[in-house]
């Protein structure tokens, strides 16, 4: 039996190395008044692959805003790199900021070769940033979205869908060094995961609406939604 599960795993492993996605990094000093930078990249987290050149081209549409703590949001505009996109923010008052990416213009697109059809594909993204002291709440902002916090050395999932709990869905965790863990969401729409080493760790959450219907002047079969949150471990 363990065997069969070795050479099992082996086959799939060249399916999860082609798992691209979106994920954001921010980089910054961690001060008031003190810029901050928003990177979106495109690659293979698990394998800390970032894709680069014309590739990035389709990451245009991909909208990032800037959460305050009283809930004010601010737009950020976004340039193209060779290597990522990337927008500037500067906090003015000490808090918690979350930083949040959508995409849900892109044009429908013919899955079929990945077993989903013809389909419209909805991104979210999200991370957090610390400014300065005080401590605040994360709030749903997207239809479907992944709250992950730590706690200790515990990372904390909370999952929504249309504001309602998530409730028995899986979310994959991806840690630094790539190392993967599927867990699934209790009735609550929560789970949690230990963290086994520092550094940014990626929370993928997915769901696949089969109502079909016309986007753009386009029919499509499904509606794939993705939220990708990435959160840094202390």
């Given at each position: 039996m363990k065997k069969i599960n070795l050479i099992i795993g082996i086959i799939l492993l060249p399916m999860l190395s082609l798992a691209h996605g979106y994920w954001l990094e921010v980089q910054g000093s961690g001060k008031v008044n003190e810029p901050a930078k928003?990177?979106?990249?495109?690659?293979?987290?698990?394998?800390?692959?970032?894709?680069?050149?014309?590739l990035l081209d389709k990451m245009s549409e991909i909208k990032i805003y800037v959460l305050d703590e009283k809930g004010n949001k601010t737009e950020i505009s976004m340039s193209q790199t060779n290597t990522h996109w990337e927008g500037v923010?500067?906090?003015?008052?000490?808090?918690?900021?979350?930083?949040?990416?959508?995409?849900?213009?892109?044009?429908?697109?013919?899955?079929?070769?990945?077993?989903?059809?013809?389909?419209?594909?909805?991104?979210?993204?999200?991370?957090?940033?610390?400014?300065?002291?005080?401590?605040?709440?994360?709030?749903?902002?997207?239809?479907m979205d992944a709250l992950v916090k730590q706690v200790g050395d515990n990372i904390l999932i909370s999952t929504w869908k249309e504001n309602q709990h998530f409730t028995k869905v899986k979310v994959r965790i991806i840690n630094p060094e790539g190392w993967m863990k599927e867990k699934l969401t209790n009735e609550n729409g929560k789970t949690q995961t230990k963290s086994n080493i520092k550094g940014l760790y990626l929370v993928e959450l997915e769901y696949i609406d089969k109502t079909a219907g016309n986007f753009k002047g386009k029919d499509y079969q499904t509606v794939r939604y993705r939220c990708e949150t990435t959160l840094k471990v202390q």
């Open positions: 928003i990177q979106i990249f495109y690659g293979e987290f698990e394998n800390q692959k970032r894709e680069t050149g014309k923010f500067t906090p003015k008052n000490n808090g918690f900021y979350q930083i949040i990416g959508i995409n849900d213009t892109r044009e429908v697109q013919d899955f079929t070769k990945h077993s989903l059809g013809i389909v419209r594909p909805v991104q979210y993204l999200r991370t957090t940033y610390q400014a300065g002291e005080g401590a605040g709440e994360q709030s749903v902002a997207n239809l």
